[in-house]
């Protein structure tokens, strides 16, 4: 059975959790934002990689690619120690509306998918 570190990087705001699904939501899938809340909920606990697995209700392949997916918005970085079997995440919060709308792929990205209406 593997060790599974998750580890808080950087703090949360009071808008943190509204900036996650105003923003990044219409851009990720929904599997990937549960994945993120359960990462936070586990954030600290000693657990094993298929129980985290378990825990997210996703199978090994959807955990994947739903890691893949917080990884590209830099809202997770994953380690892995192959010769142990460890895994290390590093959550960090999303960035806040200002930042998220002034960064130059995010904003695109965000204006292609939403529109300029929203």
Known sequence: MSDCKIILCSPWTEESLTDLYLLYLPLMDHEAIGLYQVLRI?????CSQEELVHASGLSSS????????????HLLKTYHDIQSQSW??????PLNAQAFLIHDTYS???????GDQR
């Not at 586990?42 to 000693?46: P, R, T």
């Open 62 to 73: 959807r955990f994947v690619q739903a890691r893949k997916n917080l990884e590209q918005f």
């Open 88 to 93: 290390l995440y590093h959550i960090y919060a």
């Open 42 to 46: 586990m954030a600290e606990v000693s």
């Open 108 to 114: 695109r990205l965000f204006l292609q998918t939403v």
